[in-house]
């Protein structure tokens, strides 16, 4: 782990350019150094990884974006959990993470991958676990979460502290048993990115309005 730490403070930070433009946006990933590989990005931060490190994933918080902390202490209350990561060292502009390997539901519904029951019930137990652990579960939803060998992963736990509630899960589960479920009954098929930028941002709307 020394010289993955040394690889990561030499080249990854040395010559990512991460930008936060707008702080209601996500970030915004300018330049990647090789061999690192992007893996995703978000409101805070970006993930990435290196080839040679597979089972590690690091996650840099662009300039400006808080949450660094904070996302230390939900690991630190966590502990291990089969369906979370796992903190193996913070920087003070990074977290050195145990890599969660899945597709998000989201690119599951875009793919036509199906979503079982089984990581639906996982991602159920792991939040009850989180809130037996102290923990205020937010901002889980279909990007959030992955299936992997069948089993469901919760892969951003960054808000995890705020006390607000939040419907995310809750509603998505309604959509999950009401829509998907129902459809997918009849066989695979793949939901057009359109379709799911819509739905996301008709969601989004919605919640603006019942809030």
């Avoid at 300018?30 to 040679?52: I, Q």
């Avoid at 519904?109 to 996982?122: F, H, L, S």
């Avoid at 009849?186 to 379709?195: E, H, I, S, Y």
Wanted: aromatic share 10%; hydrophobic share 40%; glycine share 6%.
């Amino acid at each position: 782990m020394e010289k993955l730490l040394e690889i990561i403070q030499e080249e990854l930070l040395e010559h990512l350019v991460l930008e936060s433009v707008e702080p209601e946006d996500p970030i915004e990933v300018r330049s990647v150094p090789k061999p690192w590989v992007l893996l995703g990005s978000g409101n805070y931060a970006a993930v990435l990884f290196h080839p040679e490190y597979e089972d590690y994933a690091v996650k840099i918080y662009a300039p400006g974006r808080p949450g660094l902390q904070e996302e230390v202490e939900v690991y630190r209350r966590l502990g291990s959990h089969p369906a979370y990561s796992l903190l193996y060292y913070a920087g003070t502009n990074f977290l050195l993470l145990k890599r969660l390997r899945g597709v998000t539901f989201y690119n599951c519904m875009k793919r036509g991958i199906p979503i079982t029951d089984q990581a639906v019930r996982d991602i159920d137990e792991a939040l009850k676990y989180a809130v037996s652990r102290g923990l205020h579960p937010h901002d889980v939803h279909a990007k959030n979460v992955m299936l992997g060998d069948g089993r469901g992963l919760i892969v951003d736990i960054s808000d995890f502290l705020k006390q607000e509630d939040c419907t995310m899960w809750s509603d998505f589960k309604k959509a999950y048993s009401r829509l998907y479920r129902p459809i997918a009954s009849l066989g695979v098929f793949r939901v057009p990115d359109t379709v799911l930028e819509a739905v996301r941002k008709g969601y989004r709307l919605w919640r603006r309005r019942r809030s």
